[in-house]
């Protein structure tokens, strides 16, 4: 099973500044990989995939770039309707494997 | 539109089979690509992949859940289910379907549905 690991656990962040997610994979997941975000109370929703390819309908300022093992989703400003929960998300497994890092609390500082 | 929404019982005793049902539209899992998995998540932690159908009923299994779980589609009604033999309370989690984006090889979540909670007690 690949294991991810995302850092930090919490990250506190002012409204309009950037943020900086990180995701780790235990082996190479080449660029097979998701981000979510998840309000309370609500289901995941796509933000990337392919590493860097934004869903449709998601803010340009939402970004992910890496490839191989480490990976990183960048939101340039934010704003309040940004502070969430963040979890990446491999797709690499054949048969497939699917596996969730634990998730990054992103909090107003 | 594509939604999906899950139904089943809200509480199950330990040792219970529990069978949950995800009704999707618009979407059908008889066109070539279309995938439908089942995730959950205990409170407060993290999602946890349980099982994936496609079109061609292929199907597959978290390795630490696969003797537990059995998942089926009814294309005529637009469902998938899902049961999980032997239930225990730490399979209390709010459990959720989702639509594998119509991406060549991709395995990753365009649509999910709003979750329902299942608690496991006697």
């Known amino acids: 099973e690949i294991v991810m690991t995302q850092s930090p656990a919490t990250l506190s962040v002012s409204p309009g500044e950037r943020a900086t997610l990180s995701c780790r994979a235990s082996q190479s997941v080449s660029s097979n990989l998701a981000w979510y975000q998840q309000k309370p109370g609500q289901a995941p929703r796509l933000l990337i995939y392919g590493a860097s390819t934004r869903a449709t309908g998601i803010p340009a300022r939402f970004s992910g770039s890496g490839s191989g093992t480490e990976f990183t989703l960048t939101i340039s400003s934010l704003q309040s309707e940004d502070f969430a929960v963040y979890y990446c998300?491999?797709?690499?497994?054949?048969?497939?494997?699917?596996?969730f890092g634990q998730g990054t609390r992103l909090e107003i500082k | 539109q594509v939604t999906l929404k899950e139904s089943g019982p809200a509480l199950v005793k330990p040792t219970q089979t529990l069978t949950l049902t995800c009704t999707f539209s618009g979407f059908s899992l008889s066109t070539s690509g279309m995938r439908v998995s089942w995730i959950r998540q205990p409170p407060g932690k993290a999602l946890e992949w349980l099982a994936r159908?496609?079109?061609?009923?292929?199907?597959f299994y978290s390795t630490s859940l696969k003797t537990r779980l059995t998942i089926s589609k009814d294309t005529s009604k637009n469902q998938v289910v899902l049961t999980m033999t032997n239930m225990d309370p730490v399979d209390t989690a709010t459990y959720y379907c989702?639509?594998?984006?119509?991406?060549?090889?991709?395995?990753?979540?365009?649509?999910w549905g709003q979750g329902t909670l299942v608690t496991v007690s006697s």
């Open positions: 989702a639509r594998i984006a119509l991406h060549g090889g991709s395995n990753y979540f365009d649509y």
């Open positions: 159908i496609d079109w061609d009923d292929d199907n």
């Open positions: 998300q491999q797709y690499n497994n054949w048969p497939p494997e699917i596996t």
